[in-house]
């Protein structure tokens, strides 16, 4: 759970950043963005929905995501590691699942 949640937390770091650059320059963002996260524990910690003391370990500085959220500056939704996206870039794969992925990203080659 603790590598999602702070995954979460880093790319959020992120996206604030960019929206931030695009309103510099004049683009209005309609909406923030959305998280598909293969780990419910760490969907039910991003949200806040999680009392016990599983997380207690984890830096204060990722737990701001929480907020992110509480402030539907992000949503986080459940998506099944089969069709997991972010894949492609983090792990080594077999072939037919490579293109599967490449698929989905819209990739070509």
């Known amino acids: 759970m603790e590598a999602e949640y702070v ?3 880093q790319t959020s770091t992120e996206m604030i950043g960019i929206v931030e650059l695009l309103k510099e320059i ?3 963002m309609q909406s923030y963005t959305t998280f598909d996260v293969d780990y419910q524990a760490a969907i039910a910690q991003i949200k806040g929905e999680d009392t016990s003391g599983r997380a207690k370990h984890i830096d204060v500085r990722y737990k701001f995501v929480k907020d992110l959220a509480k402030n539907d500056l992000l949503t986080v939704q ?3 590691s089969k069709k ?3 894949d492609i870039l983090t792990k080594t794969l077999p072939s037919h699942r490579l293109s ?3 698929g989905m990203m819209m990739l070509s080659g």
Do not use: H
């Open 78 to 80: 459940y998506c099944e």
């Open 84 to 86: 997991m996206r972010a």
């Open 100 to 102: 599967e992925l490449r």
């Open 26 to 28: 004049g683009v209005q």
């Open 7 to 9: 995954a979460a937390s």
